[in-house]
């Protein structure tokens, strides 16, 4: 028993770090899930050690185990979950949208630089979508400002 | 209907109406805005409470917000709020209903007409809170809601950019807002603006600071030199937010704060402060407003130029004439972006260079913009006139730097606002050939405000009427305004000021032309620009400096010290004498070993996920043999929910492909994974034996006592730590809310390269 739990929860961390170095978002994930695991046990056999007392409910005879390391595991569990959860969307989207699902790639997929600035003039704001083309940017007769940095992209909004 | 539950509904209501506004924008498009602009019939209703009781007691109402800290919305009517709310509410009535005509079939109305209601709200509550806390908390709410409004149309990137610009200056100015209002709470010694001890603030210590701050937020949000700078790139919002928050209300919360604190500045060193900067943005915004080509942009720099003006007369206490053209700008303001948004729509262009004689195609939205626009020129019998003749009596008392600017900056405006009418003189010239005069649900909403530009000139007393409203809330005297008072200095300068004006815009083209030579190559913009990219170039850098491998190396190099560490100290803390290992902790051991060599052998989604469940199934056993009944529990359900969540995303999951490391690395992360699982089996068995006392007894105890639950863990979470799970479950809240984005996201990504990835093995 001393030997057996520190080593299972040895095992659990051993296998998440390697699934969490993995190039595979889905290993990745798993890994983490794994970590969990690992991280809990480990938690509850640091706080209550491995000697078998009675569970913490006061309605049966004590001497109890320390309720403290279960009540800290508890909110563990459930905030993991939410991490895993949030985690496995996120990978469906970016593998969707990026069409991979290599955790570098991802990282360095273009979609994710900053973009070139495109700016708002404020001597010649854009046109109303429904109105049609930008038209000032053809030429200004009364030699206005020039028509700075106009985004092109007007039209994409029909 | 008891007057403080009207004051509460004026400002609730338009929160209401917002929640309503995209189910009804779906079912009726734009005629919603029609329906919706009912909300503002509460605050409209105000007007039924006017009367000579008002100004001895100011209407109120209280909510209890967070009652145990003092935060409560405490609303306050005094004339001056109440006026304002009049205007926020009939300009905002009449918006929505020009909505109605404005949006096209495309538009989202639901969205719009919800973001311009909570505006509404909140443009309500700010002017009409007596608590502090609250009204900083409108303040920053009509922030975000001329956020939201400026990048209404969210795809085009000068839209994003004008939206992320506004919302820097003016949060800005928030948080400016917010540090001043603590200031004030602590000096003033109350947290109703109404109770606030101005002796002791003045006295105190936070005076200067506090002031400052004040008016840094108040410079900010009515767009006051060096500021300015976000207001024209708000015109990217659809024309009816730039008619109602750019120019006839959100940009003059900042004269509404000044006029507010105003016995806070008076006759202090603040004073002349806000005098200067309200007449240098004055005459600044003018002179931009002149060399303007685009309607709009030449409207938002005017709007820019006459905010300055109203700022100049409250710093420098002459309430009467600042509130007197903070009426008339709001009005004839509010019809002139109307006017504007007409032109777009009939024409299809807003470039002065290439529109003129419109008047005989458009002869009643001439009719419409004629009174406004005179109006803003200063001319009589107009009510700008009224308002600047006032404004020249005060400023020739400031002495002849004051006048010289006042005088200028009017030349100017009044040579603009010749150019903006010129649209509708001289040979008719416009891109679309078919023009035609706008429609009734267009043009109506913009009769009430050009024909008030009209009779607050040849029928001053209806000026008078709200300027008599806000006298006893500001502390002036009511005075009847007149039109003519006579041959006096002002008049003199005013006649000089349209001689001059009407040269200049005869002159224009040769003074714009003189303008472009003396541009300098860097404006309030540029400086921005450089700012902001400059702040992005260091982030960047910096990430790049300290993150710049990848995320796996990352880590890496976090854990190679850690499994050092537990590879140095190996077995030495090898326990002395073991207990033998029972049958069902030998059970649960090999479940868990299986479970780990399948997770890292496994070669398909599904057998990953199903031996990553077995280990979480072997932890939910391993629970029960220790002990812990409610992980057990919690465990189980939240295996469970994990395989429900798995299998909802699983046919979207990308097929598990190996991107295998190199040789070199693989080994090195062999080693590293068992280093660590070393540290951890080390450190396990080195806590095995207590170093010190253990808190439990302390919950074992008082477990039942304090929180009356006999199962402990329990109590903790929802007692003794219930902080820390009220902290948690916001967690979970917001995955939940991003979960469901995600996949809301998903699912409207319906073409292209979507589609062709997704797996086919339904």
Known sequence: MELLLPFLAAVLIATGVYLVLSKTMIRLIIGLSMLAYGANLSILLAGSGTELAAPPLLTVEGPYVDPLPQALILTAIVIGFGTTALLMVLAVRAYQAAGTDHVQELLDHPDLLPPEGVYADPEHPSVSPEIGPDTNNINADEGAASNGAESKAEEEKA | MSASFLLLAAVLTPFGAAILAPFLGSSLKARAGLLLALAFAPALALLTQLGPALAEEPLSATLAWVPAIGLEIALRADGFSLMFALIVAGIGFLVMAYATAYLGAQERHGRFYSYLLIFGGAMLGLVLADNLIALFAFWEL????????????????????????????????????????????????????????????????????????????????????????????????????????????????????????????????????????????????????????????????????????????????????ATAHLLNQATFKAALFMVVGIIDHETGSRNLSRLSGLWRKLPLTFALALPAALSMAGLPPFGGFVSK???????????????????????????????????FFGPLRSENPKVHEASLSFWWPVLPLSLAALLFGIYPLTLSWFTNLAAPGLGFEAEPLK??????????????????????????????????????????????????????????????????????????????????????????????KLTPVSLSFAVAALMILAGSLGVLLARSRLS??????????????????????????????????????????????????????????AIFDIILSLGVGTTVFAALLAVQTPIGERIKDYFLEFSEELAGGSNVVNVILVDFRGYDTMGEITVLALVGFSVYALLRLRARASSGKIEEERPDDD
């Open chain 2, 389 to 423: 003749e006032l404004f020249y009596e005060d400023m020739l008392y400031k002495g002849w730097l004051p006048i010289t600017l006042a005088v200028t900056g009017s030349i100017i405006t009044f040579a603009y606002s010749f150019k903006f009418l010129s649209v």
């Open chain 2, 142 to 321: 009509t922030s975000i809601s001329s956020f939201l409004l400026i990048g209404f149309w969210d795809s085009r990137k000068a839209s994003q950019d004008g939206a992320v610009k506004a919302l820097l200056v003016t949060a800005f100015g928030g948080l400016a807002l917010l540090v001043a209002v603590i200031l004030l709470i602590l000096a003033g010694g109350s947290t109703q603006l109404s109770l606030l001890d101005i002796e002791s603030i003045r006295q105190s210590a936070y005076f200067i600071p506090a002031v400052t701050l004040l008016l840094l937020a108040a410079f900010s949000k009515s767009a006051q030199l060096p500021f300015h700078l976000w207001l024209p790139t708000a015109m990217e919002a659809p024309t009816p937010v730039s008619a109602y928050l750019h120019s006839a209300t959100m940009v003059k919360a900042g004269l509404v704060l000044v006029a507010k604190f105003g016995w806070l500045f008076a006759d202090t060193a603040f004073a002349s402060i806000i005098l200067y900067v309200g007449l240098l943005t004055l005459f600044w915004g003018a002179y931009l407003a002149l060399r303007q080509q685009d309607l709009k942009a030449l409207l938002a720099y005017s709007t820019v130029s006459q905010l300055g003006l109203i700022m100049s007369l409250y710093g420098a206490g002459y309430p009467l004439a």
């Open chain 2, 608 to 665: 990953a996920l199903l031996f990553m469940g077995l280990a979480g199934f072997s932890s939910v056993l391993l629970f029960v043999l220790l002990r812990a009944p409610d992980l057990a529990l919690t465990q189980l359900l939240i295996e469970a929910v994990t395989v429900i969540l798995f299998l909802s995303v699983f046919r979207y999951l990308p097929v598990l492909k190996r991107h295998h490391r190199r040789r070199s690395v």
């Open chain 2, 483 to 576: 039109l003519y008072k006579g041959l006096n200095l002002a008049l003199i300068l005013s006649v000089l000021t349209w001689v001059l004006g009407l040269a200049l815009y005869l002159l224009r083209t040769r003074f714009i032309a003189w303008q472009q030579a003396l541009t300098p190559s860097w404006n309030a913009n540029t400086v921005f620009y450089a700012l902001s990219a400059g702040l992005e170039r260091l982030a960047q850098g910096l990430t790049k400096r300290t993150q710049g491998a990848s995320f796996a190396t990352h880590l890496r190099l976090i854990w190679l010290p850690f499994a050092l560490a537990g590879l140095a100290v190996g077995g030495w803390f090898l326990p002395a």
